[in-house]
């Protein structure tokens, strides 16, 4: 009754034509909608980056979340499935680099061959409702909206998903089951593409964030807006980082630290985005711990000693099952909390090591905030209860919530003392108390007392009549301090206190520290006048990026502020006027006076920049906002050398183009120390391009503005295999490897000033021009198909130098992807292919490839190139970025006419031997061989001439057996040159190694020049062909999908891990068994796919055969069994044609077959009972010598092994055919594993 | 309590008939909308009664039929993909296996109409888009016995958007 009350009350009849014009506008609606709905291009996968997995499988195959958009369909991400296998649902994020107008998506399932496990059923898709803000990791739904859901078809086919659209940089595809049904717990994706537009009011810097070495170097690069950008540092604590403004090439300081990265738009500089640097110290490599045993506890604020014996102490006895407690039982102090440690002498400190307490005893007092001193005075012990300005901040921040042991670097630092100062708690739930496990010291000894001594500062620049305290360090104290030059004038030190007073007029001064044991130490000083503004009667404009004719950037410093430098309207800012000033000074700030009467175009945002020679300007020494008035603007900052100045005006207020300034001062007093020295480069006159082995002149200049001659020149070449030189005119320099080498050469005056900016000069060496690479020794390593019985079209044709054969794929039954690979022979750097396509004829054609280079024809990583060939006659070229590799792999994924084929007339390479190298590329790792020989192939490259007489030694554990095979006399190193085999080898597990030797046999140093493989087994190669069940499909035991050497894993597990456990543990030596079996094949099916297996497998030389149940379902093939020969096509034929290829009588190879396991599905048994019946008939006609094991009579007699009616084996069922194979193999008792 | 409403009244009854062509048409609006644009998935569209009958007409009949008569030549010409490479060399290099047809499915006998067929065509198969579709009908059988069989027979369309035979699988059970 209430509902229809709310009804009529809210839709009277009255309303009708309203609800008429509803009804319109709902069409409407409809019809933009239709129009939204049209298919949004695809965003480019190659900024996309992995933004959060919940699960990737990296043990048993490498896919993680990234094959999911690495452009290859042959890849896939597939989660965990080895050691465990997660439940659903699984999440993968992806940040696509920028935020983006997205539409849809498209979900392209694991490439088919591989089956169809982890096919998306039910799913989700999210986008990040906030694109500025990363969300939060591990995710939480409320920073995300849902966007589609739905279930996907069990199909290999592409789905696509289209949805409103809606900005955003982030996706979550959150999958909740699978599209098979069958209760599996994985999901796997082949491809997944995102539908949208870039959103271009945005602009993106990427990388969004970086790590690098001290100096390390970063480029960043800009999207979205109007390019060019501008780059700039907004902040930076690694000690003086560099951004270029145009190029956005980032240098980091010298020390460890941040920097965070502003980009802006050029036309509308408020488009700005961040990133962020971190800099970071190189590991503790150089550092260990400082032995504990000289510990002692120095201070400590709190203890646990009553409920708990947890003093100090034991953050240092090396017990991480002990731990400091701070006190809890009877009272409990707050944060902060602090150890103070004497460490027994003075280090030179570079980190610590920080273990939380033992986790079975829960997590109170993790340590979240942290900040670590050292006692700045390690001569005097530091005050009880501490003082702060006795100790050095050397370190601060947040160690995580974990039980892991944290390590903390920094810039060295000698101390005795050393402070942890723990200010919060990591758990977050505001607990008082402060737990430590284990506390390590990272440091080296700096020896005895005295020989180490310092002074601090060592070097400073003061103004006229300033004071400074000088401290000595890291020796006997105590000290003294004393005078030892002066031309300020009258400068004083004080001999205990070290406080230093500078005289009235500029100059220099040098303070001496002396400690007990005589040893000195001396500190700079440095005494300028006091700063005032700067006369500008010799400043003149060095650079301005936009000036007026009647508003000239001189107009900025004329000593008029009734004239004014102003930009012109048609450039937006930045604004950028550098000015020489003429001479050296030190300058520690500026004023701005912005025009009176005051305009609209005042400088909203800027940055201040101070430089020694007006090329290098560093990070800016101020920047931030001005207010929007005529007030004078003045900021100050800490005293720079130097003789030119820069102001950028990154902005102007009311969004105006033009800015106006009406007089620029600058404060500061001329400089009177030392002036840098400036070495220059003569020769070479700029860079230079040459190839490998050409020589360069070098020679340089030295000037010094103080007179002063030159102490010191270094040249630095770039390529480390050239040594430095120590003259100022080097003469000719060889350069032999290939690469881009920037030279640089510093001077020092003879008071040891350096050059603060080098002079540069870059030399680009080439390999030389493309080569097409000769084709003689080249091999066809692999190909899924090729049409040999209705034509000669094999892959071999694409290496035969003649364009009217082809390879061309299988004429039927056989659908792409295609695959050739070709095997070079020995290793090349690579960087282009050219693809001759069939001259007449379309088919097979290939329209979208992909190219992988690979040292061992196993590990193909990512394509080098992906691209579309046209349709066209004409051989097409596909360069790519150099990549050294020995194999070359063709992945055809669709066709001009998108038919099934793929086809190819030739197929040549460019490229080069280039350093040497070797890499094993059989046997690899846990690779088994049938013995007792042990044939070992290498992949090597080596120049003629230059390494001629050199070689490769070969190794069998540790040199039991060693062969070496030298380089050809020819120089030509062919498929079969470095090839050894080892005779004798008992069948057991072995390693292998292999050296590249010079002339002398010695072993050539080099990260290329040795390779290793071991766990090589002697012993069972076994290839098993068959259906669904040899696959192991229905295996509900996951536990034991390996086998317990790790050879043989599998993905549905089945009866070949437990088949090699047992044959392994029977036979005494290794075992590997290929899984070829295939998803519904039948015996017609093997027929046709055998040749590829026994091409695929060739170290197999015993094939297991276990085929016929899906001839049985389909009730279509006849057995054949009674007659002799069989009829064409039965299934008896269809076996002995098998085993004739196996049984080839060059190849060594034996067959064993197994009778078909019985079915719970009456309408089969005739049939498979007639099967069963020509394999007796097989095995006797064909001298077996084996009798087949029987799974028809085993599940007929354990109908509980079975899951269903296509005959697939439970756990238990696959343990009792690993255990039939078995003792029908060894003839003898094999222990069910 | 809720204030009482007379069921009978005329503008209740006209409000309600507009609320519902209302709720009627804005759910076809949207619901369509979302289904389409907001949702879908843009494949697995089943097939039209009309495609359904030809499918059944055109292949899934002929197809018993000729494994009936041991026609090999219809055989081979119905199906496809897998299917053919199973049985290609039996249909084309094996004299006796048109009996071997007959003797295996002569006695079988088709106990679903043609409408039901269609009706399972209809729900078994889908296009993907206008030239690709697949699917799988199950045929109910008796055997001369009188003891249900059933065919199970998978389709899909080749590169000419022409129906094929790609798998059967024959069983007493579903």
């Known amino acids: 009754m209430i509902q229809s009350k709310r009804w009529s009350s809210c839709f009277p009849a009255k309303f009708f034509p309203y609800i008429f014009l509803i009804f319109i506008f709902s069409t409407f609606l409809l019809s933009v909608q239709t129009i939204w709905a049209q298919t949004p291009p695809l965003i480019p996968q190659n900024n996309f980056t992995k933004y959060w997995v919940d699960s990737e499988e990296l043990v048993a195959e490498n896919s993680p979340g990234e094959k999911a958009f690495d452009g290859d369909p042959l890849t896939h991400w597939h989660t965990q499935w080895l050691n465990a296998s997660p439940p659903h649902p699984h999440s993968l994020q992806i940040d696509l680099g920028a935020v983006y107008s997205i539409g849809g998506i498209r979900y392209k399932p694991r490439d088919p061959s591989g089956g169809a496990n982890g096919r998306i059923g039910q799913y989700e898709l999210y986008v990040a409702a906030d694109s500025g803000t990363p969300p939060t990791i591990p995710p939480i739904f409320g920073q995300w909206t849902l966007v589609a859901s739905g279930s996907f078809p069990n199909t290999a086919t592409e789905q696509e998903v289209l949805f409103n659209t809606v900005s955003s940089r982030y996706i979550w595809l959150r999958a909740l089951s699978e599209a098979q049904n069958k209760n599996r717990p994985w999901t796997t994706v082949g491809e997944f593409n995102v539908l949208g537009t870039l959103v271009t009011e945005q602009v993106v810097i990427s990388p969004s964030s970086a790590e690098v070495s001290p100096g390390g170097q970063q480029q960043f690069t800009g999207s979205g807006g109007t390019p060019p950008y501008a780059f700039i540092i907004l902040d930076d604590t690694s000690g003086g980082a560099s951004i270029d403004f145009n190029t956005g090439l980032y240098t980091a300081g010298p020390n460890a630290g941040t920097s965070t990265i502003r980009m802006a738009d050029s036309t509308v500089p408020e488009l700005s985005a961040q990133a962020t640097v971190t800099v970071t110290e190189p590991s503790s490599g150089t550092f260990s711990p400082i032995p504990q045993n000289n510990f002692t506890k120095y201070w400590v604020d709190s203890e646990e000693l009553v409920a708990e014996n947890s003093p100090g102490e034991k953050a240092f006895d090396g017990d991480p099952l002990t731990h400091w407690h701070t006190q809890w039982l009877n009272a409990s102090p707050p944060h902060p909390h602090s150890l103070q440690i004497d460490l027994g002498a003075v280090y030179s400190i570079g980190g610590i090591r920080y273990k939380p307490r033992d986790p079975s005893g829960g997590a109170n007092g993790r340590i979240g905030q942290y900040e670590l001193y050292v006692a700045a005075d390690s001569g005097t012990p530091p005050t009880i209860p501490p003082v702060f300005g006795q100790w050095t901040l050397v370190a601060s921040g947040s160690f995580p919530n974990t039980a892991t042991e944290q390590e903390v670097l920094f810039n060295t630092v000698s101390s005795r003392y050393i402070w942890l100062r723990a200010l919060s708690e990591a758990q977050n739930k505001n607990r008082p108390w402060t737990t430590v496990g284990e506390f390590n010291v990272l440091g080296t000894s700096v020896g005895g007392g005295g020989s180490n001594l310092g002074i601090s500062p060592s070097m400073v620049t003061l103004a006229i009549g300033a004071q400074q305290t000088f401290e000595g360090m890291n020796g006997t104290p105590p000290y003294v301090y004393s005078l030892v030059g002066d031309t300020s004038g009258g400068a004083t030190v004080n001999s205990s206190t070290g406080l230093y007073t500078a005289g009235p007029i500029a100059g220099t001064s040098t303070v001496r520290v002396t400690d007990a044991g005589s040893h000195t130490a001396d500190a700079n000083i440095t005494v300028t006048a006091e700063a005032t503004f700067l006369n500008k009667g010799g400043w003149t404009v060095h650079f301005v990026n936009s000036q007026t004719s009647g508003n000239p950037a001189t107009a900025a410093f004329d000593g008029n502020p009734a004239t004014s430098w102003r930009t012109t309207g048609t450039v937006s800012p930045p604004h950028d006027l550098q000015i020489n000033l003429g001479n050296v000074f030190e300058i520690e700030g500026f004023q701005l006076s912005p025009l009176t009467p005051y305009g609209a175009e005042g400088i909203s945002f800027y940055e201040f920049y101070v430089s020694k020679d007006g090329v290098n300007w560093g990070m800016p020494v101020a920047s931030g906002d001005f207010a929007n008035d005529t007030s004078l603007k003045t900021r100050t900052f800490p005293r720079i050398t130097g003789q030119f100045v820069r102001i950028i005006a990154r902005g102007a207020f009311h969004g105006r183009r033009s800015i106006n300034l009406a007089e620029l001062d600058v404060i500061g007093a001329p400089f009177t120390g030392n002036h840098d020295p400036d070495g220059s480069i003569t020769a070479p006159t700029g860079n230079l391009t040459i190839n490998a082995g050409g020589s360069v002149s070098f020679a340089g200049t030295y000037s010094d503005p103080n007179g002063d001659p030159p102490g010191s020149f270094l040249w630095n070449f770039g390529d480390p295999a050239i040594p430095d030189a120590t003259v100022k005119d080097p003469g000719q320099i060889t350069f032999n490897n290939p690469g881009t080498y920037t030279v640089t050469f510093t001077v020092s005056d003879s008071l040891g000033r350096q050059d603060p900016f080098p002079a540069k000069v870059v030399i680009k060496v080439l390999d030389g021009p493309n080569t097409v690479l000769p084709r003689g020794e080249w091999r066809i390593h692999y190909v899924n198909s090729e049409e040999v019985i209705q034509h000669n079209d094999a892959a071999v044709n694409v290496l035969d130098g003649n364009s009217s054969t082809l390879w061309h794929s299988q004429w039927n039954n056989v659908e792409g992807p295609h695959d050739i690979q070709i095997n070079l022979g020995s290793v090349y750097s690579l960087d282009a292919l050219r693809y001759l396509p069939r001259p007449s004829g379309q088919n097979g054609r290939i329209k979208r490839f992909h190219i992988y280079v690979s040292e061992d024809g196993h590990n193909w990583g990512q394509p080098v190139a992906i691209g579309d060939f046209v349709n066209s006659s004409a051989e097409q070229r596909v360069q790519f970025s150099p990549k050294a590799g020995q194999f070359v792999r063709v992945a055809a994924l669709s066709e001009v006419n998108n038919k099934q084929w793929a086809s190819m007339a030739e197929l040549n390479l460019e490229g080069r031997c280039r350093n040497p190298s070797v890499k094993i590329h059989d046997p690899l790792t846990k690779d088994v061989q049938s013995g007792p020989n042990l044939k070992v192939a290498a992949s090597v490259c080596l120049t003629h001439p230059l390494h001629a007489g050199w070689g490769v030694k070969v190794a069998i554990d540790g040199g039991g057996q060693q062969q070496t095979i030298l380089m050809p006399a020819d120089g030509i190193i062919r498929a079969d040159t470095f090839l050894w085999t080892f005779s004798g080898i008992v069948g057991d597990n072995h390693e292998v190694e292999a050296f590249i030797v010079d002339q002398s046999g010695n072993a050539v140093p080099g990260s290329t020049t040795y390779d290793k493989v071991t766990h090589v087994g002697i012993g069972g190669v076994y290839g098993a062909l068959g259906d669904s069940i040899t696959v192991g499909i229905g295996d509900d035991d996951p536990t034991d999908g390996t086998s317990q050497d790790g050879r043989n894993t599998n993905t549905e597990t089945g009866f070949i891990p437990l088949l090699n456990d047992l044959l392994t543990a029977k036979q005494g030596f290794p075992h590997n068994i290929y899984n070829e079996g295939v998803q519904g094949e039948t015996s017609a099916g093997l027929l046709i796919r055998a040749p590829g297996f026994l091409k695929k497998r060739p170290k197999a030389k015993v094939f297991l055969i276990l085929v016929g149940t899906n001839d049985a379902s389909s009730g279509l093939v006849p057995s054949g069994a009674g007659s002799d020969p069989p009829a064409a096509g039965t299934y008896k034929d269809n076996l002995q044609k098998v085993i004739d290829l196996i049984r080839d009588p060059s190849m060594g190879r034996e067959v064993y077959l197994a009778k078909v396991p019985f079915s719970l599905s009456p309408a089969k048994d005739d049939d498979i009972q007639g099967y069963n019946q020509a394999i007796e008939e097989l095995v006797a006609s064909n001298g077996i010598p084996l009798i087949p094991p029987d799974f028809y009579s085993h599940f007929q007699s354990h109908q509980s092994e079975l899951i269903d009616n296509v005959s697939h084996p439970n756990g238990a069922g696959f343990r009792s055919m690993s255990t039939l194979w078995c003792v029908a193999i060894t003839s003898g008792v094999c222990d069910g594993p | ?174």
């Open chain 2, 1 to 174: 309590m809720g204030p009482e409403i007379k069921a009978g009244s005329r503008e209740n009854v006209m409000g309600l008939k507009f609320l519902f062509v209302l709720c009627l048409t804005l759910g076809l609006q949207f619901g369509g909308l979302l289904t389409i644009s907001g949702y879908g998935q843009g494949v697995g569209d089943g097939l039209s009664q009309q495609e359904a009958g030809q499918v059944v007409e055109n292949v899934v009949m002929p197809y018993f039929l000729a494994l009936q008569k041991g026609d090999v030549r219809s055989v081979e010409q119905l199906i496809g993909g897998n299917l053919s490479m199973t049985l290609g060399r039996l249909l084309n290099e094996n004299p006796e296996y048109a009996n071997f047809l007959r003797e295996r499915y002569e006695k079988m006998q088709l106990m679903d109409s043609p409408s039901v067929l269609r009706r399972k065509a209809m729900d078994g198969f889908s296009k993907i888009d206008e030239v690709q579709g697949r699917g799988n009908i199950i045929l109910n059988l008796q055997q001369s016995d009188g003891k249900p069989l059933f065919l199970q027979l998978s389709a899909e369309t080749d590169g000419d958007g022409q129906w094929k035979i790609v798998d059967q699988k024959i069983g007493a059970d579903q």
